[in-house]
């Protein structure tokens, strides 16, 4: 298996611009991760989703971030209009049978707003 | 201003020696715990779990234990390799809330 996988890996954007990131899990796995990860806040959750359908979203910044999760395989998350201050690493991740089993992550979209 | 950023703590051991990272929990009602092994530019990857009805688990090299009486959680690795380097995250799940600690950064010196 080829894991999850992420694209784009790095984007470096100018404000106001948006930002589309893509994610991939693997294979038969039913709940899907977003996190964010800064050196000021460490790893956040910002939502997850079963089976396609978001479940908690709490973690969602502000209503510039938007994410979708139209089929089991594909999930995005959009940044609109985008600001420096979420330059960070977004992580997406995927697991089996619930949220707090262990979790595959990818390798990360370095995104960099200036 | 000066920007601050998380204090992770850090653990700087010598290669072949054994490593002991700890992890307080928050959550007296947490069933279920997973250590993360973050290596610099990649996501975090589960090295071992262990759930509330165990205080100890071994795997290859790591062990982990859990003292539910003050909440603490703690992996010991053996015979450190410098491959170990690496920020190193406790998880506690409770149900479905799952919460991640800000992580411990483990330096092997050659």
């Known amino acids: 298996d080829a894991g999850v996988i992420q694209s784009p890996r790095h984007e470096v954007t100018e404000m106001g611009q948006e930002v589309t990131l893509r994610c991939k899990p693997i294979?038969?796995?039913?709940?899907l991760f977003w996190y964010r990860q800064t050196m000021m806040r460490g790893l956040e959750l910002l939502i997850y989703?079963?089976?396609?359908?978001?479940?908690?979203d709490s973690g969602m910044p502000e209503d510039r971030f938007s994410a979708k999760m139209p089929n089991a395989s594909f999930s995005t998350l959009k940044i609109q209009p985008s600001e420096p201050r979420d330059s960070a690493v977004y992580f997406c991740?995927?697991?089996?049978?619930?949220?707090?089993?262990?979790?595959?992550f990818g390798p990360g979209t370095r995104l960099t707003v200036t | 201003g000066e920007s601050v950023g998380l204090h992770l703590p850090t653990l700087s051991v010598q290669e072949g020696d054994n490593s002991i990272i700890n992890c307080a929990y928050s959550n007296s009602a947490s069933d279920y715990f997973i250590w993360y092994k973050q290596e610099s530019g990649k996501g975090p990857q589960f090295i071992i779990d262990?759930?509330?009805?165990?205080d100890k688990r071994q795997g290859q090299r790591v062990t982990v234990l859990l003292n539910k009486t003050v909440k603490h959680l703690s992996l010991q690795i053996a015979a450190t390799q410098p491959g170990d380097s690496a920020v190193y995250f406790c998880?506690?799940?409770?149900?479905?809330?799952?919460?991640f600690g800000t992580g411990t950064s483990l330096t092997v010196i050659p």
């Open positions: 991740a995927s697991s089996f049978g619930g949220p707090a089993y262990e979790q595959y």
């Open positions: 262990i759930r509330s009805n165990m």
């Open positions: 294979s038969g796995h039913d709940y």
């Open positions: 989703f079963n089976n396609n359908v978001p479940i908690d």
């Open positions: 998880a506690e799940n409770t149900g479905n809330q799952f919460y």
